[in-house]
Structure formats: structure tokens, C-alpha cells
């Protein structure tokens, strides 16, 4: 019997019932058809089991392996190398809090503690309901929505300690839940089973999949001329400038909120700063 890598004494892992087994080889063999190789079907297997159990279980990977002639040890070595893939039972709704650069800083940290402690749990932890599991996530190229939290991998933009804690008391008490842009939500075992390259079959959810949203599509549209340009920078020295120059404006033309940060004060030079001369430094420092 086939055994896994997981923890000691290593135990034969049981296989799943024999109406499971048929119901998930079926659709594993549909998986594996769409690829020259079987071993390449490694990781939408792992979604499939992941999408029974709501975790990679060591039959889960017992399974794999087996399908795909691969050692157990092969099949836990991707498993345990994504993030995507859980290792042990969690919550209907996995909430991701971005805590890289971007969000940190325009709130994701300050998110992520109210929700720690609204929730009672801490990271990679599940409310007791068994509804919520929460975590720090990485960048998920959605920086100009900051702060994003997304759930089971839609995206909730723009958020606040606020709006993020009505966000999750919705899920634990079952209410419906839209996010900001992309297909309705479904479970995190509805998500495993997409993700294993089953039909997305939630209405509106190909209407509402695809397409960038406004603040993703600026620059395009910059790039393609088709609005003003977002900013010209004055000349130094005191040059005249046109009445609108140096005056942000955003994607639509329109004059922005003042929005004054270091970037837009004047630059200090080594021309302006008589303490830090321009050119080489001797031994003597001058
Ligand atoms: S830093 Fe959060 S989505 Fe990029």
C-alpha cells in the first residue's frame, strides 16, 4: 500500500470510500486528457481532492499518486511547496489579508489586527464556527485597489478595519456576499473544484469574470493618449508655466483632491544645498 511522508510513524493512508474513489477517478481521468504528460495534471488533481475534503489529505495525496504513477513523496513535495494548497482542515471562507508593501502601509497591517482580534484568531487560524479562516496573503497584483483582502481569491478592494469586519460577520452569519469585481463568491471547496478546471457554473459568474477595472486600466489609457496627461512637472529656475501645469488631473480630466505627500515638496539638490556641494570629495571632505 501506498504510504506518505507526513509526520512519524508513516502509516498507510486510507483510500476514500468506494463511491468517492469512482466519483473523483472519473473526473481525474477527464483532467488528465487534457494533458500530453499525466504528471503535468499534478496540480489540478490537487484541487480536485482539495475540493472534497477542503484540504490536501494524506489520501488526497495517496490518490494523486496513484492516478499519475508518482511516489507519495513527489506528490507531497508540490503540495507542501503552494500556498494554495491547505494541509489541515480550515474554514468555508479563506480571508487573505495583502500585507505586502503596498497594502501594508495603505492599511493592510491595521486590517489584519482588527480582524485578529475581532475574530479571536490569529494567523493561518479558523473561527470556532468552523466559517472563517484567517491570513496574511502576498501581493496579488491588485496593488491599485490597496488595501485588498480577498476571499477564497476574489477580491475585496479598497478596504478599511470597518468594511473588513462587516465583510467577515456577513460570511460567519450567512449573508450574501459580493466582492468589489470578479465572479460571486462560492466556498473554498466550490473554488477548489474551478480551480481543478471544472465549468464555473454560478450565474453571472461569466459575465462577471474578466475585464480590468478603472484604477487598473489608467495608465493603459495614458499610454494610449486617450486622456490628459496625469501630471506635468513644472520648470525649475522660475520659468513661466501654463496655468494648468503642475496641477494633477485624474484619468477622466478632472482636477484630483489636493493630495500633498513628500513626492510632490520640493527636491533638495546638491545645486539648492550649500551644506552638500556637488563634485568630488577631497581628503580634507571639501
Ligand atoms: S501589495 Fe497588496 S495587492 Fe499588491
Same mark, same amino acid.
Given at each position: 500500500?501506498?504510504?506518505?511522508?507526513?509526520?512519524?510513524?508513516?502509516?498507510?493512508?486510507?483510500?476514500?470510500?468506494?463511491?468517492?474513489?469512482?466519483?473523483?477517478?472519473?473526473?481525474?481521468?477527464?483532467?488528465?486528457?487534457?494533458?500530453?504528460?499525466?504528471?503535468?495534471?499534478?496540480?489540478?488533481?490537487?484541487?480536485?481532492?482539495?475540493?472534497?475534503?477542503?484540504?490536501?489529505?494524506?489520501?488526497?495525496?495517496?490518490?494523486?499518486?496513484?492516478?499519475?504513477?508518482?511516489?507519495?513523496?513527489?506528490?507531497?513535495?508540490?503540495?507542501?511547496?503552494?500556498?494554495?494548497?491547505?494541509?489541515?482542515?480550515?474554514?468555508?471562507?479563506?480571508?487573505?489579508?495583502?500585507?505586502?508593501?503596498?497594502?501594508?502601509?495603505?492599511?493592510?497591517?491595521?486590517?489584519?489586527? %482588527?480582524?485578529?482580534?475581532?475574530?479571536?484568531?490569529?494567523?493561518?487560524?479558523?473561527?470556532?464556527?468552523?466559517?472563517?479562516?484567517?491570513?496574511?496573503?502576498?501581493?496579488?497584483?491588485?496593488?491599485?485597489?490597496?488595501?485588498?483582502?480577498?476571499?477564497?481569491?476574489?477580491?475585496?478592494?479598497?478596504?478599511?478595519?470597518?468594511?473588513?469586519?462587516?465583510?467577515?460577520?456577513?460570511?460567519?452569519?450567512?449573508?450574501?456576499?459580493?466582492?468589489?469585481?470578479?465572479?460571486?463568491?462560492?466556498?473554498?471547496?466550490?473554488?477548489?473544484?474551478?480551480?481543478?478546471?471544472?465549468?464555473?457554473?454560478?450565474?453571472?459568474?461569466?459575465?462577471?469574470?474578466?475585464?480590468?477595472?478603472?484604477?487598473?486600466?489608467?495608465?493603459?489609457?495614458?499610454?494610449?493618449?486617450?486622456?490628459?496627461?496625469?501630471?506635468?512637472?513644472?520648470?525649475?529656475?522660475?520659468?513661466?508655466?501654463?496655468?494648468?501645469?503642475?496641477?494633477?488631473?485624474?484619468? %477622466?480630466?478632472?482636477?484630483?483632491?489636493?493630495?500633498?505627500?513628500?513626492?510632490?515638496?520640493?527636491?533638495?539638490?546638491?545645486?539648492?544645498?550649500?551644506?552638500?556641494?556637488?563634485?568630488?570629495?577631497?581628503?580634507?571632505?571639501?
Amino acid at each position: 500500500m501506498t504510504e506518505v511522508s507526513l509526520g512519524m510513524p508513516q502509516l498507510p493512508a486510507p483510500d476514500y470510500p468506494a463511491e468517492v474513489r469512482a466519483r473523483l477517478e472519473a473526473d481525474a481521468r477527464e483532467i488528465i486528457a487534457r494533458y500530453p504528460g499525466s504528471r503535468s495534471a499534478l496540480l489540478p488533481l490537487l484541487h480536485l481532492v482539495q475540493s472534497e475534503e477542503g484540504h490536501v489529505t494524506p489520501t488526497g495525496m495517496r490518490f494523486c499518486a496513484e492516478m499519475l504513477d508518482l511516489t507519495t513523496a513527489e506528490v507531497n513535495a508540490v503540495a507542501t511547496f503552494y500556498t494554495m494548497y491547505r494541509r489541515k482542515p480550515s474554514g468555508d471562507y479563506q480571508v487573505g489579508v495583502c500585507t505586502n508593501t503596498l497594502c501594508a502601509v495603505m492599511g493592510g497591517d491595521a486590517i489584519f489586527e %482588527t480582524l485578529q482580534e475581532h475574530l479571536g484568531v490569529g494567523n493561518n487560524e479558523t473561527t470556532e464556527d468552523g466559517k472563517v479562516t484567517l491570513e496574511h496573503i502576498e501581493c496579488n497584483a491588485a496593488c491599485d485597489y490597496a488595501p485588498v483582502v480577498m476571499v477564497n481569491w476574489e477580491f475585496f478592494d479598497n478596504q478599511t478595519p470597518e468594511s473588513a469586519k462587516r465583510l467577515v460577520d456577513d460570511l460567519r452569519a450567512g449573508r450574501e456576499v459580493r466582492p468589489t469585481r470578479g465572479a460571486p463568491l462560492c466556498t473554498f471547496k466550490e473554488t477548489a473544484r474551478i480551480l481543478a478546471g471544472f465549468p464555473d457554473e454560478r450565474p453571472g459568474a461569466v459575465e462577471a469574470s474578466g475585464g480590468a477595472g478603472p484604477a487598473s486600466l489608467a495608465g493603459l489609457k495614458l499610454a494610449k493618449g486617450e486622456v490628459p496627461g496625469a501630471r506635468v512637472v513644472p520648470q525649475r529656475g522660475g520659468g513661466e508655466a501654463p496655468a494648468s501645469a503642475g496641477q494633477p488631473t485624474t484619468a %477622466t480630466g478632472e482636477a484630483p483632491e489636493p493630495h500633498p505627500s513628500s513626492h510632490d515638496a520640493p527636491r533638495k539638490t546638491a545645486a539648492s544645498d550649500p551644506d552638500n556641494p556637488a563634485g568630488p570629495v577631497t581628503k580634507e571632505g571639501k
